[in-house]
């Protein structure tokens, strides 16, 4: 029989799920909150669901003090949040850092539009700041060939990860990559609730 996953409960809203895809948060040695993405900081976790609501309903029912037995330094929950989202943007550009290393990014408004009208297996990310005109193409014809979209970072900073100018949207074409980058980037999606774009 497959082994079953280890289940975690969220301190906020108590919904049970497989730790892996919770939050989890650790006490730092000045016992302030410090939030674990990788899950392997040593010492007794506390989590919550991969969303901004569940992490402030924390803070704000001092669920953290509870689950910490009081001995934790809580920073304000915009704070926080902006720790979390910070973290999570920098494993994202990490992993988009080593697909682009390995060739595995296609980026240019052109050849992204040619990659996605050929119908393979992807990935696109658009910048926030993208046209609108030029970002609604190229997410329609993402989506007849059910390629899933996010929007993440800007325009400058994605040319400047991939050492080029500017870029508007790029795609992480299929590799060992496209997996792990999907995944980080719908965990992304969720803490932000709304802050990125969704396929369909």
Do not use: H
């Not at 915009?78 to 494993?91: N, P, S, W």
Request: hydrophobic share 40%; net charge positive; glycine share 8%.
């Amino acid at each position: 029989m497959p082994k079953e996953l280890p289940q975690r409960s969220c301190i906020a809203c108590r919904q049970v799920l497989p730790k892996a895809s919770l939050l989890r948060f650790v006490q730092a040695p000045d016992l302030t909150l410090v939030p674990d993405l990788q899950g392997k900081l040593p010492g007794r976790g506390a989590y919550t669901c991969v969303k901004r609501s569940c992490v402030q309903q924390a803070l704000a029912r001092k669920q953290f003090s509870r689950a910490f037995k009081g001995n934790v330094t809580l920073p304000p929950a915009d704070e926080l949040v902006r720790q979390v989202v910070g973290f999570m943007e920098a494993r994202v550009t990490s992993y988009l850092a080593l697909a682009n290393k390995a060739g595995k990014i296609v980026s240019g408004n052109e050849q992204v539009m040619d990659f996605l009208r050929k119908g393979k297996k992807g990935v696109l990310v658009v910048a926030s700041d993208i046209s609108p005109d030029i970002g609604e193409k190229l997410l329609q014809t993402a989506r007849r060939s059910n390629m899933d979209c996010f929007s993440f970072s800007t325009k400058d900073a994605l040319g400047a990860l991939l050492g080029k100018g500017l870029r508007s949207a790029l795609i992480v074409t299929e590799s060992g990559f496209l997996d792990v980058i999907r995944n980080e980037m719908g965990k992304y999606r969720n803490f932000l609730e709304g802050g990125a774009i969704e396929n369909g």
